[in-house]
């Protein structure tokens, strides 16, 4: 049967095959007959002989018959079974669009070779052809890329393309599968204290601190010149209690068990400042969206422990939008009265008893993060605390709540501009609120990246701020944003200035394990193997916080290993706190370094393209110089010592993670 249908298709795509721009030898093989639904594109579908919104092909005025319309980011992989002489097309910026904004760059790319690119081309500019020889090759990939400047209105047609073939003919196919290789390996016998290695505080706050450690269990821990009003819990390593004077306390942590004893130094800063490493912990939005509720969250915090993550250093399990009442609903478990008669914010009915979900997480040693926006309802339309600062952020200190991520959403309504002066108002004013408060409330600004939040983020009061739109808005796209947000964003405008102990640039979330797909449906990440390493070596690289926001209860060995890699979160939790950047790129390998407490720097090599690439990392670039030992971090193990650069061949859109310490 499926030969059968092969051949019809075949005789189908060759019959159909373009006669007036047909080249001298060879037949021809249009494009749009392949299986476009193997184009992978940022927005709509790919359609034959159609633009992306289904209206005829037309570029600069001139309508083409044949072609395929795609959106920015596209791409197809194609085999050619080395028996195409030539592609030919006209390609360009799609005129069917209002806004006329698009600009995007076409490329050809043959078994890891650049074969064709047309430049940055925008809307309306007249069709470049092509013509590109393909002997040898075996396979294809046809990209469009947004130019670098966000892939809104990038509809991108590939007019009149067509194939010249002595053979087969070329086929649509997906790229090549990736292993999901559990690189991280298991923890050993012996203690090891992971994570943070200093904490911030204000006097008269209460404190909580889970050592993470692993090791066999059971174990034993101590804390030794703890300051006077903190004790710590022997069997379950959590430090509890208030300091009232502030200093800087050098303790020494000490965990042993039946295989030994292991110490570390562990600095507790009491003064002003929280959030002296980038935040740990899990969100609910990416995976439960709408649908949080009170089990939910125990649940995760269960997993949290059970899993192992609270021994990595994870801490927070924060609820995202949804816990709330909607205006006006109907539905009688979101519906109802939004405040009390005091004013105080009621949760709906999903959370009934927010004070002992918080004591449930504080149980567990870990804690609890909540979410509103400062406009008048939040982004999914639940009651919002414009108006109300004072008494929402009381009733958050009340319910025990450790995190607060405040989302701008329709604070559009009552900003009026969004002037430097408009965007920072509402921040500064709940910044200013929490500084007032008896608790430690962590504040994580989400207004995807307005007005260079980034350099102001701080100074109102953030932890940390979101620097883009949401990672994952579109399932499909999260791949693109990763690359777009999390490299070039953070590349463009030098966010690694602006991050440091007490606020952090925030890329979003881990979007790793099972999320959903915004279609009702829990499904594993789109990203593929390579590209979650990638997701996560980038997030350490950056000091981004490491909060996860897939399905706690549905981890398996392959993504704990990404998450729970102690060596690779012992550079995201390094003190010194200098977020990394990109020291090197050619078309689509980068190379990235972070400079280390200790003086050793962790290194990224990473490669975006198609195809596996060698990545240099040169001492110059780093900044180094003299005989270093390489580490690979994901593996943990010693590469070997080098004098002046290391290469490696890094996988498609994955990484190579390293650490070079000074060699004597
Ligand atoms: C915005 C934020 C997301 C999430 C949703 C909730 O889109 O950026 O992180 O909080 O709102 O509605």
């Known amino acids: 049967m499926k030969l059968f249908a092969l051949c019809v298709s075949l005789l189908l795509a060759i019959s159909n095959a373009p006669s007036s721009a047909a080249p001298q030898s060879g037949k021809s093989v249009w494009l749009s007959s392949l299986d476009l639904s193997r184009m992978h594109q940022g927005w709509g579908k790919a359609h034959a002989d159609k633009s992306v919104t289904e209206k005829a092909i037309t570029i600069a005025g001139k309508t083409y018959n044949h072609g395929v319309g795609t959106h920015a980011a596209s791409k197809i992989w194609i085999d050619l079974h080395g028996q195409a ?7 360009g910026v799609d005129d069917n669009t209002k806004e006329r904004k698009g600009s995007v760059e076409f490329r050809i790319i043959g078994d890891g070779k650049n074969l064709w690119r047309s430049g940055i081309m925008k809307s309306g500019e007249a069709a470049k052809s092509l013509d590109v020889d393909l002997r040898d090759v075996n396979k294809l990939v046809l990209l469009v890329t947004d130019a670098g400047d966000g892939q809104d209105f990038d509809h991108a ?9 002595s053979g087969s003919i070329p086929v649509a196919i997906d790229p090549p599968a990736e292993p999901r290789t ?14 943070a290695r200093v904490f911030g505080m204000r006097p008269g706050s209460p404190f909580l601190f889970t050592i993470p450690a692993t090791g066999e269990k059971p174990r034993h821990y101590e804390v030794e010149k703890l300051p006077e009003g903190l004790n710590v819990d022997p069997m379950s390593g959590q430090i509890t209690g208030t300091i009232r004077q502030a200093g800087v306390y050098e303790t020494i942590v000490k965990v042993s068990n039946a295989h030994g004893t292991t110490s570390r130094p562990f600095k507790i800063v009491c003064g002003d400042k929280l959030a002296l490493t980038p935040h740990m912990g899990w969100n609910s939005w990416y995976v439960w969206e709408t649908h949080v509720s009170d089990k939910i969250m125990r649940d995760a915090a269960d997993a949290m422990v059970k899993t192992g993550m609270v021994d990595h250093g994870y801490m927070y399990v924060n609820i995202d939008d949804c816990w709330a009442r909607v205006p006006g609903s109907k539905d009688s478990t979101l519906g109802g009265d939004l405040r009390d008669q005091q004013g105080r914010i009621l949760p709906n009915k999903r959370f009934p008893d927010m004070k002992s979900l918080t004591d449930y997480i504080h149980s567990k040693g870990l804690k609890a993060g909540i979410y509103i926006s400062p406009g008048p309802t939040t982004c999914a339309g639940y009651t919002g605390s414009y108006g109300h600062e004072e008494t929402d952020v009381k009733q958050f200190v009340d319910w025990g709540y450790d995190f607060l991520k405040y989302d701008w959403c329709s604070y559009d309504k009552v900003a009026g501009s969004r002037s430097r002066e408009s965007l920072e108002k509402p921040y500064k004013l709940i910044g200013d ?7 430690d409330i962590v ?4 207004q995807y990246g307005m007005g260079n939040v980034w350099e102001w983020g701080k100074a109102v009061g953030g932890n940390s701020w979101r620097t883009a739109g949401d990672l994952g808005g579109s399932f499909e796209g999260i791949a693109t944003a990763l690359f777009r947000d999390g490299f070039d964003v953070y590349s463009n405008n030098k966010l690694h200035l602006y991050g440091g102990p007490g606020g952090w640039n925030d890329p979003d979330y881990l979007l790793l394990g099972y999320l959903s797909n915004w279609n009702g449906q829990t499904v594993p990440t789109p990203l593929s193997p390579n590209e979650q390493y990638t997701h996560v070596t980038l997030w350490a690289l950056v000091a981004a916080p490491l909060i996860f926001s897939g399905d706690m209860t549905r981890l398996d060995d392959f993504t704990l290993g990404l998450l729970t890699n102690d060596e690779v979160i012992d550079v995201d939790q390094d003190p010194l706190g200098k977020p990394g950047y990109r020291v090197w790129r050619n078309e689509d390998q980068e190379v990235w370094v972070r400079e280390l407490e200790d003086g050793s720097k962790a290194v990224g090599l990473f490669n975006r393209g198609e195809f596996e690439a060698s990545v240099t990392a040169k001492w110059s670039d780093l900044g180094v110089t003299g005989k270093q030992r390489v580490r690979d971090l994901w593996r943990q193990q010693d590469i070997g010592v080098f004098h002046a650069e290391y290469t490696a061949k890094v996988p498609r859109h994955g990484t190579i993670f390293l650490r070079c310490f000074p060699s004597r």
């Open 157 to 165: 047609d590939w007019a009149d393309a067509q194939f010249v073939v």
């Open 85 to 91: 002489a030539r592609f030919l097309a006209s390609v």
């Open 182 to 195: 559990v690189l991280t390996p298991q923890p050993g016998l012996q203690p090891r204290i992971n994570g």
């Open 443 to 446: 504040l994580n600004l989400c």
């Open 433 to 439: 609120i929490l500084r007032d408060q008896k608790r």
